[in-house]
């Protein structure tokens, strides 16, 4: 009986101390995997658009972060060199040491051909100066057989010739001819769009934004881009426009600022589909 329980104890005591054993290797495992990962330690990724690389990469490290930048633009209305767009997005939670990739804007204005648009039509133009990366800017109406009809190219107040480099993104202004029985257009009904595509239905109808005006809640030209509009002047009316006359614009990125659309006349139906 006694080696019995000698035996029997001894079998007890072994299961025991390898119970503890792979208790202890398992708990010392999950502190280890706990500390390597960091778990549960994570950082809120800051806003970095508008800073300099060199300025990022200082905020970045005392919060121990990394910067990368793996691209660039150019928005000429921006300052140049700065950062433009970030990935994680600012807001996002990070792990220590997680490196921030950075898009910015390039220093070096991107030079594009200024392609020939006398003789097209200012639908065409308009196609033109968008494909090779320009915008259009004011429509400068003289008297002419063919309304609409482009029939001198502008920058910067002067004639541009096909051909000359011009930078990326700049505004070419544009003669177009206006026949006196051809001269009257409707203002869209834009409250509601997009700034660009606001932007976009006016030049259609012939008329000019004469300004942009952003509340508050616009910060940069990121945020512009996301901006509706909740106000134009001259609004949506029956009576029809010369072509040229100029549009304001109101925007902002608080959409309970947009009032609902109103239902539309026989004649501002047109106005909405000219």
């Excluded at 000698?6 to 280890?32: D, M, P, S």
């Excluded at 930048?69 to 807001?91: F, H, L, W």
């Excluded at 490196?99 to 648009?117: D, F, Q, Y």
């Amino acid at each position: 009986m006694g080696a019995k329980k000698f035996f029997g104890n001894w079998i007890v005591v072994n299961i025991l101390g390898a119970a503890v054993f792979f208790a202890v290797i398992i708990l010392g495992a999950n502190l280890l995997l706990k500390g390597v990962t960091r778990h549960n330690e994570e950082i809120r990724v800051p806003d970095l658009s508008g800073m300099t690389t060199a300025e990022a990469e200082k905020y970045l490290a005392e919060r121990g972060m990394r910067s990368e930048v793996t691209d660039s633009v150019y928005i000429k209305r921006m300052e140049r060199g700065v950062i433009y767009r970030q990935n994680p997005e600012a807001g996002s939670h990070v792990k220590k040491s997680r490196r921030i990739l950075l898009t910015i804007n390039a220093v070096n204005p991107k030079k594009v051909t200024m392609p020939n648009l006398v003789g097209y039509s200012l639908r065409q133009a308009k196609a033109e100066l968008l494909s090779r990366g320009l915008n259009l800017g004011t429509l400068i109406y003289v008297e002419d057989i063919a309304t609409n009809n482009v029939l001198k190219q502008l920058y910067g107040n002067r004639e541009i010739k096909p051909g000359m480099p011009v930078e990326s993104e700049s505004r070419i202004d544009l003669v177009v001819g206006l026949n006196e029985m051809d001269n009257m257009t409707y203002v869209p009904y834009v409250t509601g769009l997009k700034y660009m595509s606001a932007v976009s239905a006016v030049q259609d109808n012939s008329l000019n934004i004469q300004d942009l005006i952003f509340d508050n809640t616009v910060r940069d030209y990121s945020d512009s881009l996301d901006a509706v509009v909740y106000r134009q002047m001259p609004e949506i009316s029956e009576e029809p426009l010369l072509m040229g006359s100029p549009v304001t614009l109101y925007l902002t990125k608080d959409i309970t600022k947009v009032p609902e659309k109103p239902v539309p006349s026989d004649s501002t139906a047109i106005a909405e589909s000219f």
